[in-house]
């Protein structure tokens, strides 16, 4: 096979024996123009696949006068898989182009292009693209304007951008010339062969064949060229609008794989970013046109890999003492599974909500950077263990005066009476001041940040265990000393007294304390106004044997907390909390979703455990196309038919009974009466259905509307996605996708849709089947 390098199945780039530069000259003798003055333009046809009948392809007639290729730009999606390579949208192509165009090639300062919505840059003399808000390799950028594909590729591939060049000068020239069946000859044995304008083909030597074609037929197919974009099978995106709306933080549940695919949550994130594009163009078309509504940005939050990093070492001390049968599901398990035990450590707990609370902090702080104008809202989406951390932070979060500044509020922290160079020189660190000043650190930003952050500014570990557990001990001790004498909102306890087994009365002192130290059991006579949902350990205050989990504060307030098969209420029920007041909401986020599919089974219901006097349903999220789905309605209707003939049933039989319960024809009424009796019978028997209908309906219709708690306003909580078809027949066998499902899941994308543009105003469009 030919080869690129660094990419397999390529052509490589060393130049072709033909002198470009001959051809060039040869071709301003005769025309007496420079190359770049020859007149222009028409548009290429597509160039047939075929290769048998090349021969009836040649054109006698004038040849059409030679146009410039139109170049566009394509990145691979992957820095370490040169096979793949996907298009720009036109407008992030023109803006590289004309980048290029304004700094040309030559050495200079970088000159960086955002591309794809501002999510990463290109550094165009680099041809390297870079993501801005998640760690990736940077992978390859061309601008392409000559394609091949091979005869069992499905895909056309772009070749280097000197190759390109080059084929273009020489399909200039016998463009020009009109002097075609021009052949391409390369050092490795390719040839390139101008048949015509419409007939372009690459040829391969037998030696470079692969292995397994043994067919002298196989050997000798060529591979179709082609010039231009306009001529290839390619989708190029629409791009996406620049004014955004609102800002969406994901964060992933146990694991690095997010789907049954194993991919990524960045992977995930694209794929849900994607559908609520196309959603937007089809729910809010004419809010478009008008221009109120522009796009929702959502930013994944990776936490599993701070985690299993070698900051913590954890992965070395399990690997030590797993069992070596078995391995690719011990490992399996090592990697996903114990990430349930990690969050029910007090160690590692702190550890996820660090790091969450500072990933969402670090990527707001970036977004707020590239999008200064942006003054929406933001919301955060929380996928199974992802949706508990985010639950704990949300209920942790303090309100008021003190909710944004966090550690760094005066009363909560005392620390703020030293200098970074009085603390620095405490704990004989003195050396890293100016590190840690050339940062615009002091004490306050210095509490917030992790061992990640002080690694990346070079301070070994050593020095920075210490200096953070200097800072995380200052906070705790006074934070503890501050909720000893005054319980935060949301955990304050009833003020009556409850009785023991003995009939001792308790006071509010060893209530409030076992209220406190999370990691004694909620009985039956102690309940909470509110209630503290930790993972038994202490908020502040230090029981014996325990380590307090320090909730960080997000940087700002949430409009609404949506969690995708959460097992919230699971968690809350294992904690000891039997009931969730009413009145309780989040500190600093209103809104809350509970959406699940009906067959997760990590899934679990949060409105019982507000609304324990009714039965509520779920609220059943509509088919984004407007509708149930089709087996859905199917089995409705089956329901509504299956009444139907139970009554029919029940009048034939009553029918029956009568006519043999009739008297004798000679004592029959006359003809009139009968059909008088008849119709009584009749209009009897359908007032009953009507008066049993109108009473269903007007039940229906006096049945009160029921406020569920004010975690949501109170509105409903829990929203189930409707199964697929292929899933209502075995829900075991898709129980494990059913968890993970919510990624390409287009009534999620639109609920989350509709939940945003319903604050901002923005009508809702169905649109028509």
Request: charge should be negative; hydrophobic fraction near 35%.
């Amino acid at each position: 096979m030919l080869h690129i390098p660094g990419e397999e199945g390529g052509l490589s780039e060393a130049a072709p024996e033909v002198n470009n530069q001959d051809l060039l000259d040869k071709l301003a003798q005769k025309t007496g123009n420079a190359p770049e003055d020859q007149v222009p333009h028409v548009v290429d046809e597509a160039s047939p696949s075929s290769t048998s009948s090349f021969e009836l392809l040649d054109m006698d007639s004038a040849p059409a006068p030679y146009r410039e290729v139109q170049p566009h730009w394509f990145f691979c999606p992957r820095g370490d898989d040169n096979t793949t390579w996907l298009p720009f949208s036109r407008d992030d192509s023109d803006k590289l182009e004309n980048a290029l165009n304004t700094v040309g090639d030559k050495e200079g300062d970088e000159v960086v292009i955002a591309v794809d919505g501002e999510r990463y840059d290109v550094h165009v003399r680099e041809r390297k693209r870079y993501a801005v808000y998640w760690e990736q390799d940077p992978t390859e950028v061309r601008r392409c304007s000559w394609f091949y594909k091979g005869d069992k590729d499905t895909k056309f591939m772009p070749y280097p951008e000197d190759f390109c060049k080059r084929l273009e000068e020489a399909y200039m020239v016998a463009v020009t010339l009109n002097e075609w069946k021009t052949k391409l000859e390369f050092p490795s044995g390719e040839t390139v062969i101008l048949h015509n304008p419409k007939l372009i083909m690459q040829y391969q030597p037998i030696g470079l064949q692969d292995e397994w074609q043994s067919s002298p037929s196989e050997q000798t197919r060529p591979r179709t060229v082609k010039r231009g974009v306009c001529n290839i099978t390619v989708e190029i995106p629409e791009g996406e609008p620049e004014k955004v709306d609102h800002l969406v933080f994901m964060v992933h549940g146990i694991g690095p794989a997010c789907d049954l695919r194993f991919r990524s949550i960045i992977q995930c994130v694209n794929d849900f970013r994607s559908a609520s594009l196309s959603l937007l163009g089809s729910h809010y078309k004419r809010a478009q046109q008008d221009g109120q509504v522009g796009r929702v940005e959502f930013l994944p939050v990776n936490w599993h890999s701070a985690l299993h990093g070698d900051a913590t070492g954890v992965d070395e001390d399990i690997q030590r003492i797993t069992l070596p049968s078995i391995s690719r599901l011990r490992h399996f398990t090592n990697d996903t599974l114990l990430d349930l035990f990690f969050y029910n450590s007090p160690t590692y707990c702190q550890t996820i909500v660090d790091t969450v609370a500072s990933e969402i902090n670090k990527l707001h702080t970036l977004f707020k950077q590239r999008h200064s104008g942006f003054n929406g809202a933001i919301s955060v989406v929380g996928h199974s263990l992802g949706s508990l951390i985010l639950f704990d932070l949300l209920t942790n979060q303090r309100n008021g005066s003190n909710a944004r500044q966090g550690v760094l509020s005066g009363e909560s922290f005392h620390m703020h009476h030293d200098t970074l160079q009085d603390t620095l020189t405490r704990l004989g660190l003195q050396q890293y001041l100016d590190t840690l000043q050339a940062e615009n650190l002091d004490l306050e930003s210095l509490a917030l940040c992790q061992d990640c952050d002080l690694k990346d500014l070079g301070i070994p570990l050593g020095p920075r265990k210490k200096l953070l557990n200097y800072v995380r001990k200052k906070w705790l001790s006074e934070d503890s000393k501050n909720r000893a004498g005054r319980l935060p909102p949301g955990i304050q306890v009833q003020p009556e007294s409850s009785s023991d087994q003995d009939g001792n009365q308790s006071s509010a002192a060893s209530k409030r304390r076992a209220h406190f130290h999370r990691a004694q059991s909620v009985t039956s006579a102690v309940e909470y106004e509110y209630f503290d949902v930790g993972i038994g350990q202490t908020n502040g205050g230090i029981a014996k044997g325990q380590v307090s989990i320090n909730y960080p504060q997000l940087a700002f307030h949430p409009q609404t907390f949506f969690a995708f098969g959460s097992p919230i209420g699971m968690f809350l029920t294992v904690r000891g909390l039997k009931h969730i007041d009413p009145k309780y909401s989040f500190p600093t986020c209103k809104s809350f979703y509970n959406i699940y599919h009906p067959f997760d089974p990590v899934a679990y219901r949060i409105e019982p455990m507000i609304v324990t006097e009714v039965d509520l349903e779920p609220m059943l999220i509509p088919h984004h196309k407007g509708r149930k789905r089709m087996h859905l309605e199917l089995k409705d209707s089956l329901t509504r038919m299956s009444m139907d003939l139970k009554n029919n049933v029940f009048g034939s039989l009553r029918t029956a009974w009568q006519s043999f319960a009739r008297i004798p024809v000679a004592a029959l009424p006359p003809l009139d009466e009968a059909n008088t009796t008849i119709e009584n019978d009749l209009q009897e028997s359908q007032g009953t259905c009507e008066e049993a209908e109108s009473s269903e309906s007007a039940e229906q219709r006096e049945q009160p509307e029921i406020k569920v708690g004010m975690l949501n306003e109170g509105r409903r909580i829990d929203y189930v996605l409707q199964e697929k078809p292929i899933e209502s027949f075995n829900e075991y066998l898709f129980a494990i996708q059913s968890h993970l499902c919510y990624w390409e899941s287009e009534d999620t994308a639109l609920l989350l849709l509709k939940e945003i543009y319903d604050k901002l105003g923005v009508a809702f469009e169905q649109p028509q089947q």
